[in-house]
């Protein structure tokens, strides 16, 4: 897991912070032919090598900085104006399984050791139990109340941004719990309050706020009950 860790923490280094906005926009712009293609993809390997720091993990940070290179050239040649943040997550998704999979083979380990894993298959499971399934569920249990007023109120929020709040706003809850911080969990929902605040008070809509209130409690609720049944699972583990 450190040896992850620290690879994890190259490719933020060489990916984020020690990139600048100039090096992407020539690599956009030239792609294969830019010399900062090439810059950063030695960056990669030698960060990988030092902060793993270990001689034999040379020619493993050496196929990280291949590997990484290949990525990017394949996110550079096939990404177009619309597609920039769809490319950018995949990138970054294929960056990651990269990682892992140059660890499990530094260390002799097989991608089985996951499969026989309990808890990663407890977690991968709960978290995302309350993701798009408790929206369609929550979506499901509240579509009998549906204000007119948040109709007419619809073209002034981002698209789907309810659905992500809500979402995160679950992630966060189940995160507190397995991390036994129970009065985050009442800062979030107080920060939540606030910021819905002024729009039902500017709707004036008793069934608007009841409509988001109940919304709002089911999906808090999902969510602490989700992850105190993680918590219970996790901890009848041998």
């Known amino acids: 897991m450190i040896l992850f860790i620290k690879l994890l923490l190259a490719h ?63 996110k550079l040649n096939f990404q177009k104006k619309k597609t920039k943040r769809t490319w950018f997550v995949v990138d970054q998704i294929a960056h990651i399984l990269i990682l892992i999979g140059i660890v499990l083979l530094y260390q002799n380990k097989s991608i089985i050791n996951f499969w026989s894993d309990n808890e990663f298959w407890i977690l991968i499971t709960g978290l995302l139990l309350i993701t798009k399934p408790t929206s369609i569920f929550i979506k499901t249990i509240i579509s009998i109340w549906s204000p007119e007023s948040q109709n007419s109120h619809q073209d002034f929020s981002l698209a789907n941004a309810g659905n992500y709040i809500g979402i995160l706003e679950r992630l966060l809850v189940v995160c507190f719990i397995l991390t036994a911080h129970f009065e985050a969990i009442g800062f979030l929902l107080a920060a939540k309050s606030i910021f819905r605040f002024g729009d039902l008070k500017e709707a004036k809509d008793r069934k608007l706020t009841e409509y988001v209130m109940i919304g709002t409690l089911i999906s808090f609720g999902i969510a602490i009950i989700v992850g105190l049944v993680i918590q219970a699972l996790l901890l009848q583990l041998p």
């Open 12 to 74: 933020l280094l060489g990916d984020f912070i020690w990139q600048p906005n100039s090096w992407v926009a020539d690599k956009e712009t030239k792609k294969h032919k830019s010399i900062y293609l090439y810059v950063h993809i030695l960056l990669h390997g030698v960060l990988a090598a030092i902060l793993a720091g270990e001689i034999r993990f040379i020619p493993y940070a050496v196929l990280i900085a291949v590997t990484h290179g290949i990525v990017d050239l394949i």
